[in-house]
Antibody, heavy 118, light 110 residues
Framework: EVQLVESGGGLVQPGGSLRLSCAAS????????MSWVRQAPGKGLEWVANIKQDGGEKNYVDSVNGRFTVSRDNAKNSLYLQMNSLRAEDTAVYYCARVFGPRHFEYWGQGTLVTVSS | QSALTQPRSVSGSPGQSVTISCTGT?????????VSWYQHHPGKAPKLMIY???KRPSGVPDRFSGSKSGNTASLTISGLQAEDEADYYCCSYAGSHSLLFGIGTKVTVL
């Protein structure tokens, strides 16, 4: 059974940093693109970033490019999102997702809440 | 890029059919046959319902179907059931390994 479990969310001040983790199990992690998707309160889903199987290609939505960094450790079956220079508008539930292609999101985690507030 | 356009809400009685539209541009929906749809019950993980415009993952009821014409994709739910009440999001490949979601549609079963 595919499982994705996010962790690392919490309350952070504007301008601060946070690192999210996603532990994957039930599939060969190193064979798949992976993504982060977020949902701000009362808003829709927004793709944030994705990373190729070997970590050699990374892509970001314009609003986080230069502030967020996606990475992975295939030996630990883990995906990460380093978030710097956080803004109030980054407040959201962040989901980890397994991606096919990257064309669509096959499996999702339950999400971790990030709140940026003073 | 702006989010894909979806109706904010649709509703139907049990057993009826509802259709949700998803309108983009030639740079996303119209340019690729990589439209997917997700069902999202608040507080839960989103679930893939349709991929590559019209394909259903294993386990998704055949009441759910997808199509596309030009820059607009559609999700149809036939034989509406109470458990179909949820938020639905379309998503399209938008080039350069980026993905773009729709604004989301709340489906209400009357």
């Amino acid at each position: 059974e595919v499982q994705l479990v996010e962790s690392g969310g919490g309350l952070v001040q504007p301008g601060g940093s946070l690192r999210l983790s996603c532990a994957a199990s039930g599939f060969t992690f190193s064979s798949y693109w992976m993504s982060w998707v977020r949902q701000a309160p009362g808003k829709g889903l927004e793709w944030v970033a994705n990373i190729k199987q070997d970590g050699g290609e990374k892509n970001y939505v314009d609003s986080v490019n230069g502030r967020f960094t996606v990475s992975r450790d295939n030996a630990k079956n883990s995906l990460y999102l380093q978030m710097n220079s956080l803004r109030a508008e980054d407040t959201a539930v962040y989901y980890c997702a397994r991606v096919f292609g990257p064309r669509h999101f096959e499996y999702w985690g339950q999400g971790t809440l990030v709140t940026v507030s003073s | 890029q702006s989010a894909l356009t979806q109706p904010r809400s649709v509703s139907g009685s049990p057993g009826q059919s509802v259709t949700i539209s998803c309108t983009g541009t030639i740079s996303d929906v119209g340019g690729y046959n990589y439209v997917s749809w997700y069902q999202h019950h608040p507080g839960k993980a989103p679930k893939l319902m349709i991929y590559d415009v019209s394909k259903r993952p294993s386990g998704v009821p055949d009441r759910f179907s997808g199509s596309k014409s030009g820059n607009t994709a559609s999700l149809t739910i036939s034989g509406l059931q109470a458990e179909d009440e949820a938020d639905y999001y379309c998503c399209s490949y938008a080039g350069s390994h980026s993905l773009l979601f729709g604004i989301g549609t709340k489906v209400t079963v009357l």
